[in-house]
């Protein structure tokens, strides 16, 4: 007599819809997922690739910026990691390949590689 049956009806209703609540309930964390991976995770990925393919497209000869603000030649790459960058004239420095931020210039093909191609070939 102490409840009124429509109390005792909204109560059995609650209880019927619990795993919609749970799925109410996490759904805004879902959507805050799939923002900042679409935002913030998958562009940062896309970056560190093509930074990455840029680094294994070094070739002596190109003008480079590093993080720390040196424009320079590569005169040398070293091997997977190191890269000896000629800053000024005689003035050469040995560098991080990752520290390598942006290319600036490409140099040219080699010329040997580039005057075996163009040589006619004698019969």
């Known amino acids: 007599m102490f409840a009124s049956p429509a109390f ?3 109560a059995a209703s609650s209880a019927a819809t619990g795993t919609m609540g ?3 309930q996490f759904l805004p964390l879902v959507l805050i997922f799939v923002v900042f991976y679409l935002l913030l995770i998958r562009p940062q990925q896309k970056r560190m690739k093509q930074h990455k393919e840029m680094l294994n497209q070094l070739r002596r000869g ?3 910026v590093t ?3 040196i424009i320079g ?3 040398k ?8 960058v000629e800053i000024a004239d005689g003035v050469r420095v040995r560098v991080l390949r990752a520290t390598i931020t942006e290319v600036l210039g ?3 093909p080699v010329a040997g590689e580039k005057a075996e191609a ?6």
């Open 8 to 10: 005792a009806q909204a």
């Open 22 to 24: 749970i799925l109410e």
């Open 62 to 64: 190109d003008r480079v």
């Open 67 to 69: 993080a720390g603000g």
């Open 73 to 75: 030649t590569v005169n």
């Open 77 to 84: 790459l070293v091997n997977d990691s190191e890269v000896v």
């Open 106 to 108: 490409k140099s040219e």
């Open 118 to 123: 163009e040589k006619p070939t004698e019969k």
